[in-house]
């Protein structure tokens, strides 16, 4: 399995292009399947995570076509995909290709909208949580669908079509509000969802469904109302930048006491981070293209976070802004609100030196002045990259292993850092990623 080496104590300098968001391409790469056109998006991140899903969909007899489209967005030039579902070959999503991503049962919504019926593995639990999909199946049975759970198999039937209904998550889930707003704009009638997602990644699904010919109101806040159309029609959709790739680089300058311009992405996508970063010490510029982040004063203070659904503080920047605090002036707090194991990165970190105690969902981290590299296992997706950021601002050398975590959802990310000064190189290990991931 391959490995990065990082030695650290160089700045975070230059510019970095940040992709399509992996959180939103999952979810509309699986609206493909809501029609029998053509839907082409642009922006496209180049992830592991996102093959998986491709693997996923031709299974399911989906075509798919790669490109680059057009110079845009700065003139640079954009990876598109195009996804053509005129056959569903099947509605069956087996285990081997759904165990590896979590986000596979985004095609469970469309399957059951589109062909009145669906199979999927049940995706199980991952190393955050036990991350179950009740509200998903609860929500699906509000809309008149059938549903039992047999030998790891959701098996999902609508033979009469899905029915509109008015329903309230109990609590908030991204890839439940996500699979619902594709059940419901080919129901019959009218769909209320309340206490739903009002993340980037839902919006941008929402706006390529509406310009599929979906008629959604109350996008971008936590009541949709969807009127259900009989089909829906080919698009083409430019992918949202990623926040929490952004947020992670814009960390990176101020850990490291450097100045990236980061572009292709937009500061109102981190509407929590951004003021909380500037708390810290970042000077923060909007820019044609995206923002400037001006480090240089290195972390000043310890803040207190509570991770919470959009527009709070994103869960998937909780690792990579601990990583920060263990090197402000004075302590912080974090507590995560949204999963129940989800700081796994921190014995790692400690490892590098790092001062942080965690009690129940709560970690308090004193800041120290410097970190010292050493070997590091990533454990998912996000710490993996937190131990890169720590390993970038500690004195000497630090090597993360199972970085098959950081490919899943950081694109090229040792180039993007070696372009901006940072000394960082991949080993490439003998052995191919056998293990199971899960979407965060
Ligand atoms: C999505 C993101 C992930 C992010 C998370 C929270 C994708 C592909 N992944 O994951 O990166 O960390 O949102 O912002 O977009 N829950 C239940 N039952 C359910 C569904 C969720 O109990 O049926 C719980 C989860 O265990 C968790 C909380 O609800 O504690 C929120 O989860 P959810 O928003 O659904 O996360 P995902 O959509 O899986």
């Given at each position: 399995?391959?490995?990065?080496?990082?030695?650290?104590?160089?700045?975070?300098?230059?510019?970095?292009?940040?992709?399509?968001?992996?959180?939103?391409?999952?979810?509309?790469?699986?609206?493909?399947?809501?029609t029998?056109?053509?839907?082409?998006?642009?922006?496209?991140?180049?992830?592991?995570?996102?093959?998986?899903?491709?693997?996923?969909?031709?299974?399911?007899?989906?075509?798919?076509?790669?490109?680059?489209?057009?110079?845009e967005?700065?003139?640079?030039?954009?990876?598109?995909?195009?996804?053509?579902?005129?056959?569903?070959?099947?509605?069956?999503?087996?285990?081997?290709?759904?165990?590896?991503?979590?986000a596979?049962?985004?095609?469970?919504?469309?399957?059951?909208?589109?062909?009145?019926q669906?199979?999927?593995?049940?995706?199980?639990?991952?190393?955050?949580?036990?991350?179950?999909?009740?509200?998903?199946?609860?929500?699906?049975?509000?809309?008149?669908?059938?549903?039992?759970?047999?030998?790891?198999?959701?098996?999902a039937?609508?033979?009469?079509?899905?029915?509109?209904?008015?329903?309230?998550?109990?609590?908030?889930?991204?890839?439940g509000?996500?699979?619902?707003?594709?059940?419901?704009?080919?129901?019959?009638?009218?769909?209320?969802?309340?206490?739903?997602?009002?993340?980037?990644?839902?919006?941008?699904?929402?706006?390529?469904?509406?310009?599929?010919?979906?008629?959604?109101?109350?996008?971008?806040?936590?009541?949709?109302?969807?009127?259900?159309?009989?089909?829906?029609?080919?698009?083409?959709?430019?992918?949202?930048?990623?926040?929490?790739?952004?947020?992670?680089?814009?960390?990176?300058?101020?850990?490291?006491?450097?100045?990236?311009?980061?572009?292709?992405?937009?500061?109102?996508?981190?509407?929590t981070?951004?003021?909380?970063?500037?708390?810290?010490?970042?000077?923060?510029?909007?820019?044609?293209?995206?923002?400037?982040?001006?480090?240089?004063?290195?972390?000043?203070?310890?803040?207190?976070i509570?991770?919470?659904?959009?527009?709070?503080?994103?869960?998937?920047?909780?690792?990579?802004?601990?990583?920060?605090?263990s090197?402000?002036?004075?302590?912080?707090?974090?507590?995560?609100?949204?999963?129940?194991?989800?700081?796994?990165h921190?014995?790692?970190?400690?490892?590098?030196?790092?001062?942080?105690?965690?009690?129940?969902?709560?970690?308090?981290?004193?800041?120290?002045?410097?970190?010292?590299?050493?070997?590091?296992?990533?454990?998912?997706?996000?710490?993996?990259?937190?131990?890169?950021?720590?390993?970038?601002?500690?004195?000497?050398?630090?090597?993360?292993?199972?970085?098959?975590?950081?490919?899943?959802?950081?694109?090229?990310?040792e180039?993007?850092?070696?372009?901006?000064?940072?000394?960082?190189?991949?080993?490439?290990?003998?052995?191919?990623?056998?293990?199971?991931?899960?979407?965060?």
């Amino acid at each position: 399995m391959d490995k990065i080496r990082i030695i650290g104590g160089s700045p975070l300098n230059g510019i970095i292009r940040i992709g399509g968001a992996k959180n939103a391409s999952l979810p509309l790469m699986a609206a493909c399947l809501l029609t029998d056109e053509p839907v082409t998006f642009k922006n496209i991140p180049d992830l592991a995570d996102i093959t998986s899903m491709a693997i996923l969909l031709e299974h399911l007899g989906v075509q798919i076509g790669q490109g680059i489209d057009s110079p845009e967005n700065g003139g640079l030039q954009l990876p598109s995909m195009t996804l053509t579902a005129s056959h569903v070959k099947t509605t069956i999503a087996p285990y081997d290709l759904v165990r590896r991503m979590r986000a596979s049962v985004l095609v469970l919504g469309p399957l059951l909208a589109r062909m009145g019926q669906a199979v999927v593995s049940m995706p199980g639990g991952c190393a955050i949580g036990t991350r179950p999909i009740d509200l998903h199946l609860k929500a699906m049975e509000a809309l008149g669908a059938e549903i039992t759970l047999e030998e790891g198999y959701v098996h999902a039937r609508a033979p009469h079509g899905l029915k509109g209904a008015s329903h309230t998550f109990p609590l908030v889930t991204v890839t439940g509000t996500e699979n619902l707003l594709m059940c419901a704009c080919l129901a019959d009638g009218e769909t209320t969802l309340r206490n739903a997602a009002r993340e980037p990644e839902v919006i941008d699904l929402a706006n390529c469904l509406v310009s599929m010919g979906a008629q959604i109101s109350g996008i971008g806040t936590d009541t949709l109302v969807i009127q259900g159309v009989s089909r829906l029609h080919g698009a083409t959709h430019t992918v949202v930048a990623d926040r929490i790739e952004t947020g992670t680089y814009a960390i990176g300058a101020l850990m490291t006491g450097g100045q990236v311009d980061l572009i292709g992405t937009d500061p109102s996508l981190l509407p929590t981070f951004v003021p909380l970063l500037e708390e810290m010490g970042a000077i923060i510029t909007p820019t044609a293209h995206g923002f400037h982040v001006d480090g240089r004063n290195k972390p000043q203070h310890g803040v207190d976070i509570m991770t919470e659904p959009f527009p709070g503080f994103p869960t998937d920047l909780q690792a990579q802004i601990m990583t920060l605090m263990s090197v402000a002036q004075g302590a912080s707090m974090i507590t995560e609100t949204i999963f129940e194991n989800r700081f796994m990165h921190v014995p790692e970190l400690q490892r590098l030196g790092a001062s942080i105690n965690v009690h129940g969902a709560s970690a308090m981290i004193r800041g120290k002045p410097q970190l010292i590299g050493a070997p590091v296992m990533a454990t998912d997706l996000r710490a993996s990259v937190s131990l890169v950021l720590a390993g970038m601002a500690a004195q000497g050398e630090t090597i993360v292993s199972r970085v098959y975590h950081l490919d899943r959802g950081y694109e090229h990310v040792e180039d993007k850092l070696a372009a901006c000064g940072i000394n960082i190189e991949r080993i490439r290990g003998r052995d191919h990623d056998t293990e199971d991931h899960c979407a965060a």
